[in-house]
């Protein structure tokens, strides 16, 4: 022991050096090695210092603390998660993605029930009554009145007509006030960071219409959407936005609307359906889909279906504004100039898939799609579309705390030159 303190010195030597600032420099590529372009790069304890990758996948990253973990994010792949402290060479990181589909259709599959032929509709009801009150029995016991923070990773990508319009990737924190007693729920979204692309003729387009140079007649419908509300909203939110435990307490007594059958031999799903039509005119159909476990009831994954169709016979002819509106997701040189809308067809998907973490049911991941179209009287159509793939990386559920005003400011956001793909 006589050489005790050089021993320590160079324990202290080794911690001093290991929080030090690093340059790191890689590339991130697909499983056949070709380079991502605009993946993120980002740490896990710091996510405001972070980058994207260049068009042939490849970074640079200055990181205060060489104990901290990178994280690598793209949409439609797998999250990757680097401990800095075992990285051998800071100036050859090699990251490689594999791919990570959106998981939406999964809990719509279902396999039909052949002993429920034999039996009457009472019965059935009567068995679909018992199923959907054990369900909400355990979805009380794992969906407990307390606040649960996620840290998230989200990418919204919107298109038109094949192109994207709109790229945003968020990264932050998402609470959930699970407060009951009020209408609904509250969803505080926290961000640190984001990367965005905005398409430039969109941009253009919207950026040139003021609400000063219309009419109130052009503005009647548009009057009525506050328009400083609409740009606090986060579009993220949308994946986020259903409330499972209100949301089945609300339905578990309309039992004719529900269906049960075995998706595989430990999984029940149980759909509600709903639907509103006005025959020759519009058609809206809902459906509320629970995967649950066959033997503790306790749910594995919650899918929303929506599907509507607007049929409006003569057309319906926009103002001036609304044209205008419409005018901003057309991307080519082709304006409309008189659009007299005479129908609609659209189908959102959202979906919310769990696990099990502290004796409580957790977000995992939360998806959200839509595509359709509006078609004018001479049959000319203006395709849309959009999703959101929103990633859980950890849960925080003991102690949670509402965020204030002055914390729910901030964060820090980059632009990007080309939409993701």
């Not at 697909?30 to 990758?53: F, Q």
């Not at 990508?157 to 959930?176: K, L, P, Y």
């Not at 004719?256 to 029940?268: L, V």
């Not at 001036?320 to 659009?339: G, P, R, S």
């Amino acid at each position: 022991m006589k050489n005790w303190h050089i021993f320590l010195a160079f324990i202290l030597t080794v911690v001093r050096f290991s929080a030090m600032a690093v340059d790191i420099e890689g590339v991130v590529v697909d499983e056949k090695g070709n380079g991502l372009a605009y993946a993120s790069v980002y740490l896990m304890h710091t996510p405001d210092v972070g980058t994207i990758t260049d068009a042939a996948g490849r970074f640079q990253l200055s990181v205060p603390n060489a104990r901290d973990s990178l994280i690598v994010t793209m949409v439609g792949y797998k999250t990757v998660y680097i401990n800095l402290a075992k990285v051998k060479s800071f100036k050859s990181l090699r990251v490689t993605m594999r791919k990570r589909p959106i998981v939406l259709n999964e809990v719509v599959v279902q396999v039909p029930d052949k002993k429920n032929a034999k039996k009457s509709k009472k019965q059935i009801r009567a068995e679909v009554q018992a199923v959907l009150q054990k369900v909400y029995d355990r979805i009380v016991v794992d969906f407990p009145v307390n606040n649960v923070k996620h840290r998230v990773v989200s990418d919204l990508t919107a298109m038109s007509e094949g192109q994207v319009v709109f790229f945003d990737e968020w990264i932050g924190d998402i609470v959930e006030l699970r407060d009951y007693r009020g209408m609904r729920d509250s969803i505080q979204m926290k961000m640190d960071m984001r990367k965005r692309y905005v398409n430039k003729t969109f941009k253009n387009a919207a950026e040139s219409f003021d609400p000063k140079d219309y009419s109130k007649k052009d503005m009647k419908h548009l009057g009525k959407i506050d328009l400083e509300e609409l740009k606090k909203f986060d579009p993220h939110k949308v994946a986020w936005d259903l409330d499972v435990q209100r949301v089945f307490k609300h339905y578990m007594g309309d039992v004719k609307h529900w269906s049960m059958a075995e998706k595989d031999g430990n999984t029940i799903v149980l759909t509600l359906t709903l639907t509103n039509k006005f025959p020759g005119v519009y058609t809206l159909v809902r459906k509320l889909i629970f995967a649950v476990d066959k033997y503790d009831y306790s749910v594995k994954t919650v899918s929303e279906r929506v599907s509507a169709e607007l049929n409006i016979p003569f057309g319906y002819k926009l103002t001036n504004a609304e044209l205008a509106i419409l005018n901003t997701f057309v991307l080519d040189h082709q304006d409309f100039e008189k659009y007299r809308v005479k129908g609609f067809k659209g189908t959102s998907c959202r979906n919310s898939i769990y696990r099990r973490e502290d004796n409580q049911l957790v977000v995992s991941e939360r998806n959200f799609t839509a595509d359709g179209y509006v078609v004018d009287n001479k049959d000319n159509k203006l395709n849309f579309g959009s999703k959101i793939k929103s990633m859980v990386l950890s849960v925080e559920s003991n102690g949670v705390k509402p965020y204030s005003a002055t914390q729910l400011k901030g964060g820090k956001t980059q632009y990007l030159d080309a939409p993701r793909h």
